[in-house]
């Protein structure tokens, strides 16, 4: 079993920023990489940005040069740094994990925060 918990959605303006964060616990044997996804009212999910167990990243289109993808220090936790928000950013945000958890690999998502922008 693994418990991935978001917390940093909120309301704010346009232009401004917002941090998200994650922290995966249970019976978690490895993690190759970890990532945040949303999804917007009649759109797919779609990736945001992944980091990789040794720093590697990858960011959508749409966001490069205003989000930053970190792993914290206990390696089970990821941070999604957002800057210069638009209302098109606006959307529920998923906490990733990718390796394996109780035998078992493969994706493994929170319950989502909301981010919405708007004034």
């Known amino acids: 079993q693994v418990q991935l918990v978001e917390s940093g959605g909120g309301l704010v303006q346009p232009g401004g920023s917002l941090r998200l964060s994650c922290a995966a616990s249970?019976?978690?044997?490895?993690?190759?990489?970890m990532g945040w996804y949303r999804q917007a009212p009649g759109k797919q999910r779609e990736l945001v940005a992944t980091?990789?167990?040794?720093?590697?990243?990858n960011y959508a289109d749409s966001v490069k040069g205003r989000f930053t993808i970190s792993m914290g220090n206990a390696k089970n936790t990821v941070y999604l740094q957002m800057n210069i928000l638009k209302p098109e950013d606006t959307a529920v945000f998923y906490c990733?994990?990718?390796?394996?958890?109780?035998?078992?690999?493969?994706?493994?998502w929170g319950q989502g925060t909301q981010v919405t922008v708007s004034s």
């Open positions: 980091i990789t167990r040794d720093g590697s990243t």
């Open positions: 249970g019976s978690i044997f490895s993690i190759n990489a």
């Open positions: 990733a994990l990718y390796g394996v958890v109780s035998d078992r690999q493969g994706w493994y």
